[in-house]
């Protein structure tokens, strides 16, 4: 599985952004479950958003609960990422990544993951 991400960009704070994550190489998408992580300089890869295959749930951390929403289109391959009300402290780069042996408890582990795409900046300026 192949995975691009794209979106990101320079905004101010308060603006929004959506990030699109494309998964190609692999028939059956919609088991996958798909994750958005994001790394800021100096620090390490921080959980932003799940959502689980074959119609399971979201998850979202809660630095981001109420701004970011995570949603797919199967049909388009795509996941997305949603982000509003953007602060300084959302600055990162994004990754998207995909798994098919995830369960709820270690959505949030970056290891349990098999696939990751290059990732997309998001840049805040206050």
């Known amino acids: 599985v192949q995975l691009q991400a794209s979106g990101g960009g320079l905004v101010q704070a308060g603006d929004s952004l959506r990030l699109s994550c494309v998964a190609s190489g692999r028939a059956v998408y919609r088991g996958l479950s798909v994750a958005w992580f994001r790394q800021a300089p100096g620090k390490e890869r921080e959980f932003v958003a799940a959502i689980k295959g074959n119609g399971g749930g979201t998850y979202h951390a809660d630095s981001v609960k109420g701004r970011f929403t995570i949603s797919r289109d199967n049909a388009r391959n795509t996941v997305y990422l949603q982000m509003d009300s953007l602060k300084p402290e959302d600055m990162a780069v994004y990754y998207c990544?995909?798994?098919?042996?995830?369960?709820?408890?270690?959505?949030?582990?970056?290891?349990?993951?098999?696939?990751w795409g290059q990732g997309t900046l998001v840049t805040v300026s206050s």
């Open positions: 990544t995909a798994g098919s042996r995830l369960i709820n408890s270690n959505l949030p582990n970056p290891r349990a993951y098999d696939y």
